[in-house]
């Protein structure tokens, strides 16, 4: 089944884009001008001259093996064999030729793949728990809510025409694993009187000036979250123009007008939509899978139980969110050989596969294994989230993904450290969070020092606390300060990471700190 579909006339956005484009290459359009057409459809420049990126929104990461499988030929053509998984469980596409923007744009529509939104001033990928429909915390799946919403938004013009861009995520639980609480719509699965709805939060995001939503609606019906988008974005449009830019997304807009202002103008808004039946939600329908008739089988920190029994969730990891041709066809290939098998991209820029019977447990595992060296480190390692970095953004830096490797190669070194998990780790090569810094247990973010690429350190974020600066080192120094601190957590006795933070772990962090310090000095 596909997942995707497009607006009606999406067509003619692709085909008008591509006519600016021969424009453009021709000399009839100037470089400035056709640069301010690219960023709409999810196209940026990158540091390399006559590079692009392509972004491509996947809501919450769905895709299936055929879908997957046309997107690596895309990217053996048009992106030197690679497709990296972001944070927003988006792809995008790197080094892409400038002669070739408008036929990636024209071969992934044909996907039924949407670009406009993927960029620029607009509501962006609307984010799904990945284990939705299969942990056991679930208070139900919020999939098929979420692509419903997904595939819905293109149709109002209001959404691709805002202040700033507006963040969507949709959590199935209390766990918030989609980080509902930083999003500009955050929706939390809620029943309540029989009826499946979410607790609403708004006013959360990441940055220079990071916040944490707060819950502006207890309940909302499902079938009301794209009244709830249109609704936000409303008052978002009215009152979020003629402010530096700095100050233009949704959480300074609500900081100026009061949380209550702006619920009291959300709440107008929603009496005059209520009862339009145009603006309700009905699910998408996705497949449902019951239990396995398998016997049960062992977990590992790269193998989860499911809600259904003798089911599994097996995590492939990826460095850097990047899937090469032959490692996205093994995968495609694996889930094609079990039908029931579901494919997730996650915020933490992995890859899950849903839905595993213990007889293929094996061969999952292998296949990870097999795929990626990472399947063989402490799990969290394959879990750090890092954005594109320096040598790929423009805005970065510092490059991200150089740090990524030198902690990598600095915890395999260390044999010791082989039992520690549980740690969630963020980095970011500029301050504007891409790889949700200040919400994880430890994150890394960006600057230059002296001329040095360096990081600020901070401390014990979360989706409910943003984490505290605990000091700051060269690049160079963070992979051993980082095996020093996971050497005090494992020597501490806790076996909860956070329950360390909470007692003396900062401290001691601060103490590794100051001492790589002074040993430059």
């Given at each position: ?41 999810g196209?940026?420049?990158q ?50 030729a ?5 036929v ?19 509501v ?10 299969t ?21 109002n ?18 766990a ?55 609704v ?38 929603f ?48 460095f850097?969110?990047?899937?090469s ?43 990870g ?6 399947a063989?480190?402490n ?29 990598i190669?600095?915890v ?20 504007n ?10 994150g ?14 901070y ?20 992979p ?21 933070l ?20």
């Open positions: 089944m596909g997942y995707y579909r497009l607006p009606e006339g999406y067509e003619k956005t692709v085909e008008a884009f591509a006519d600016e484009h021969v424009k453009f290459l021709d000399g009839g359009l100037t470089s400035e001008d056709f640069k301010k057409l690219c960023p709409p459809l196209i940026y420049e540091k390399t001259a006559g590079t692009y990126m392509q972004r491509v929104r996947l809501a919450g990461g769905l895709i299936t093996p055929d879908l997957l499988k046309s997107l690596l030929a895309l990217a053996e053509e048009y992106a030197g064999g690679f497709l990296h998984i972001t944070t927003r469980q988006n792809v995008q596409f790197h080094g892409v400038e002669e070739d923007l408008a990636l744009q024209q071969e992934l529509a044909k996907l039924n793949l949407l670009t406009k939104t993927a960029g620029g001033n607009c962006r990928n609307v984010l799904i728990d990945p284990l939705s429909g942990s056991p915390d679930d208070v139900f799946d919020v999939a098929p809510w979420g692509l419903e919403l997904s595939n819905r938004l293109p149709e013009p209001l959404f691709a025409t805002l202040p700033r861009k507006f963040k969507i995520a949709l959590s199935s639980s209390a918030d694993r989609a980080l509902a609480k930083i999003a500009d719509l955050g929706l939390i699965a809620k029943i309540k009187d029989s009826v499946h709805g979410f607790s609403v939060y708004t006013g959360g995001g990441l940055g220079v000036s990071s916040r944490i939503g707060h819950e502006i609606f207890e309940f909302l019906p499902a079938e009301d979250i794209l009244i709830a988008a249109t936000f974005n409303k008052v978002f449009d009215e009152y979020g123009r003629d402010v530096p830019r700095n100050q233009s997304r949704l959480r300074f807009l609500i900081e100026r007008l009061g949380a209550a202002e702006f619920k009291r103008l959300a709440e107008e808004k009496a005059e939509l209520k009862d339009d039946s145009s603006l309700k939600i009905i699910p998408a329908e996705l497949p449902v899978v019951g239990d396995a008739p398998d016997a049960d089988a062992e977990t590992t920190p790269f193998v989860t139980r499911q809600r259904q029994k003798n089911r599994f969730t097996v995590k492939i990891p990826l850097f969110g990047n899937i041709v032959e490692t996205g066809e093994k995968i495609a290939d694996f889930a094609s050989k079990y039908p029931e098998t579901e494919i997730r991209f996650t915020q933490t820029q992995n890859i899950l596969l849903r839905n595993i019977p213990a007889s293929a447990l094996k061969e999952a595992k292998e296949l294994e097999s795929i990626s060296n990472l063989k480190l799990s969290f390692i394959s879990d750090v989230k890092t954005c594109a970095g320096a040598d790929f953004c423009r805005l970065s830096i510092t490059r991200s993904s150089a740090l990524h490797k030198g902690i190669d600095a395999k070194a260390e044999a010791d450290l082989k039992e520690v998990e549980g740690i969630n780790v963020g980095i970011s090569g500029c301050p969070g891409c790889g949700h810094t200040v919400i994880s247990d430890i890394f973010s960006g600057r230059l020092s002296k001329g040095k690429e360096a990081y600020k350190i401390l014990g974020g979360s989706a409910d606390e943003l984490g505290k600066e605990a000091g700051e080192l060269e690049a160079e120094k963070i051993q300060f980082f095996v020093e601190f996971l050497r005090e957590f494992k020597n501490s006795g806790f076996t909860d990471f956070r329950l360390f909470g007692t003396d772990g900062i401290d001691k962090a601060k103490e590794i700190i100051r001492d790589s310090s002074q040993s430059s000095d």
